[in-house]
């Protein structure tokens, strides 16, 4: 098993869920985020202040799928999250040493 995290501009959200719906994958955590990368910070004018923008808002999903969808679920998110600007995110993939369902016991990939 394998946990995927994907950092996302929030504008493409329901696209990447839809996408991964699409493909089987329902079970996921969605977190507001805020950070930068490469872009680091940029200015803004609101009500004709200027002000820094150092850390911007994202959006973080966090599933935990078979080893052997993760090309799939991968593939998914690249496709359905891609502008082909800076900013667009990044993916994380993790090893899962056992995953435990709390209400009935079932073990590993019986519990996703």
Do not use: N
């Not at 004018?45 to 078979?66: A, D, F, H, N």
């Not at 891609?82 to 079932?106: H, N």
């Amino acid at each position: 098993m394998k946990k995927i995290e994907a950092i996302i501009q929030p504008f493409k959200l329901e696209e990447v869920r839809e996408a991964l719906k699409g493909i089987g994958i329902e079970g996921m955590t969605i977190s507001e985020v805020r950070g930068h990368g490469r872009q680091s910070e940029h200015k803004e004018v609101y009500r004709g202040q200027e002000y820094q923008v150092v850390l911007l808002p994202r959006v973080k999903l966090e599933m935990v799928v078979p080893s052997a969808r993760v090309a799939e679920v991968i593939e998914t998110v690249i496709s359905a999250a891609r502008t082909g600007k800076i900013g667009d995110g990044k993916i994380f993939v993790y090893d899962v040493a056992e995953a435990i369902r709390i209400r009935d016991g079932d073990r590993s990939e019986a519990a996703l």
